[in-house]
C-alpha cells in the first residue's frame, strides 16, 4: 500500500476514512476488559472509601484504611476480569487474528485445547480425564468445559485482551477522540482554534493510529509461548491420557478374566453341586464323582484368581521387594535373564511399582520382538542423584525405538508420571540396551 504523503487528496480521503474505521473497530475489539474495569472500579471506590468517610482517627490509621480500601477495590476488578475473561477472550482474541490478516496480511495460527476422550470404565461410570460420570452426555459435557475452561491458550488470550485495553484501545481511539473533541470546541467561542487543531491532528492520526494492532499481534496474539512450564504441562497431560486409558484396559482385563473364567467355574461349580445334591441319595458313587469335578474346578477358578492378582500388583512385590519380583520375573521369562543389583534398601513403594513393571515390559519386548537368547536386568541406585535405575541389555536382532502408540513408549510415559526417564541404545544387529532411571529415596 502507497502511503498517503505520496498520493493526492482523494488517497488522503480514503485512508483517513478507512483509518477512522478501523480505528473505531479496534475500539470496539478492545474496550470490553476496560469497561469492566471501569465500571467495577466506580462502583467499587464509592462503595469501599464509605466505610472511613466519618472515620477519626489519627492519619497513620485513615492512611491504613484508605490503603486497605484501595486493595479491596483492585481486589475486586481482579474477580470482575477474571469472570469476564473465560467467557470473552477467546471470541475477542480470534477477531483480533482475523483482523490481523485481512489488514496487515498477519496470519496467526493456534492450537486450543480439544476435550480430553471419554472412556467407559468397567464399573459403568464414565471417566472424561478429570473425574467419573454417571453417564457419557454429563461425561463428555465436562470434558468439553475443561478443554475450554482451563486451555493455556485461552489464559494468553486473556493476556491479549488485556494488554490491548491498555495500549491498542488509547492508540487506535485518538483520532476518534481528537475528531470529537475538536467538534465540541468549536462550538465554543473561545476554543474554536483549538478545536480546529484537534480535528486536523485526529485526520491526520486516523491513517496511522490502528497500526499499533501490528506488532502488539504479532507477539501476543500467537500460540502461547513454549516454555519450560508449557512443556511440562503438555507432557503430564500426555502421561495423564495414557494412564487413564491403561486403567481402563486393566479394568477390562481383570473384568473379562472374571468373567470368562472364574466366574464361569464358580456358576458350574454350583449347578454341579446342586446335581449332586439330587444324586446323593439315588447314586452315591456319581455324587462323588461331581463332586470331585467340583473340587478340581474350586482349584483351577482359585489359580485364576490368583493370577489376575498378581498381574494387579504381585504378592512378591509387596512382600519380598523389587529386586526378588525381577527375579521372579527372570525366572519365569521365555530367554536367559541374569539379575544383577546394587540397590541397598527398597525404593518408595509407587516407584517400586511402576519400575517393577517397566522391566517386566521391557522382558516382555525382549521374548516378542528381539530374537534374543540372553538378557540382562541390571538394578542400580545412584546416592549423589537419588535415582533408582533400572538397565536391560539382550543380545538381539536390536532396532528397537519408542515410536509412538508401542510398548517402550507406553514405558517412557509411566516414566515421565514420576519425573524420570527411559534411554534406549538398540543399533540393527543390536545388542539392545533399554535403561529407566527415577529419582527416588530409598526406605
Not at 459403568?124 to 468445559?145: F, I, L, P, Q, T
Amino acid at each position: 500500500m502507497r502511503s498517503p504523503a505520496r498520493g493526492g487528496p482523494l488517497r488522503w480521503g480514503a485512508e483517513i476514512v478507512l483509518g477512522l474505521c478501523r480505528s473505531a473497530v479496534l475500539v470496539l475489539l478492545t474496550c470490553l476488559m476496560p469497561a469492566v474495569g471501569v465500571v467495577v472500579g466506580h462502583f467499587g471506590a464509592e462503595l469501599a472509601y464509605s466505610w472511613s468517610a466519618n472515620l477519626t482517627a489519627p492519619p497513620f490509621v485513615v492512611a491504613l484504611a484508605l490503603l486497605g480500601e484501595t486493595l479491596v477495590v483492585i481486589l475486586w476488578i481482579a474477580v470482575a476480569l477474571w469472570v469476564v475473561h473465560p467467557l470473552t477472550s477467546r471470541t475477542f482474541s480470534q477477531a483480533a487474528r482475523r483482523l490481523a490478516a485481512r489488514w496487515l496480511g498477519l496470519r496467526i495460527e493456534v492450537a486450543y485445547r480439544t476435550p480430553s476422550p471419554v472412556t467407559r470404565m468397567a464399573t459403568g461410570h464414565w471417566w472424561d480425564g478429570e473425574e467419573y460420570h454417571k453417564s457419557e452426555r454429563e461425561a463428555r459435557r465436562r470434558a468439553r468445559m475443561n478443554a475450554r475452561f482451563h486451555d493455556p491458550q485461552l489464559h494468553w488470550d486473556g493476556l491479549w485482551c488485556v494488554l490491548a485495553g491498555l495500549t491498542v484501545l488509547p492508540v487506535a481511539a485518538l483520532p476518534l477522540v481528537g475528531l470529537a473533541g475538536g467538534a465540541y470546541l468549536t462550538l465554543v467561542p473561545d476554543f474554536r482554534g483549538l478545536g480546529l487543531a484537534l480535528i486536523v491532528a485526529g485526520l491526520a492520526a486516523a491513517p496511522f493510529a490502528w497500526r499499533v494492532l501490528g506488532p502488539l499481534a504479532g507477539r501476543f496474539l500467537g500460540p502461547i509461548p513454549d516454555s519450560r512450564l508449557g512443556r511440562r504441562v503438555a507432557e503430564l497431560e500426555a502421561v495423564r491420557a495414557d494412564l487413564t486409558q491403561t486403567q481402563a484396559d486393566e479394568l477390562e482385563r481383570i473384568e473379562r478374566g472374571l468373567h470368562d473364567g472364574a466366574q464361569a467355574r464358580l456358576v458350574g461349580m454350583g449347578m454341579s453341586m446342586q446335581a449332586a445334591e439330587h444324586l446323593l441319595e439315588t447314586d452315591p458313587a456319581a455324587a462323588r464323582a461331581i463332586l470331585a469335578d467340583a473340587r478340581a474346578s474350586s482349584i483351577a477358578a482359585l489359580a485364576e484368581l490368583r493370577s489376575l492378582v498378581r498381574g494387579i500388583n504381585p504378592p512378591v512385590l509387596t512382600e519380598r521387594g523389587l529386586v526378588d519380583a525381577v527375579r521372579a520375573l527372570a525366572l519365569d521369562a521365555p530367554v536367559e535373564v541374569a539379575v544383577r543389583s546394587s540397590v541397598p534398601a527398597r525404593p518408595e513403594r509407587p516407584v517400586e511399582s511402576a519400575v517393577y513393571f517397566a522391566v517386566a515390559e521391557l522382558l516382555a519386548n525382549v521374548a516378542k520382538h528381539a530374537r534374543a537368547t540372553r538378557a540382562t536386568v541390571e538394578l542400580g541406585y545412584q546416592p549423589q542423584a537419588r535415582t533408582l535405575t533400572a538397565t536391560v541389555t539382550d543380545d538381539g536382532a536390536g532396532g528397537a525405538s519408542a515410536s509412538a502408540g508401542s510398548g517402550l513408549d507406553g514405558v517412557r510415559r509411566r516414566m515421565a508420571a514420576f519425573g524420570g526417564r527411559l534411554d534406549i541404545d538398540s543399533p540393527l544387529g543390536g545388542p539392545t540396551r533399554v535403561s529407566v532411571a527415577v529419582p527416588c529415596e530409598l526406605s
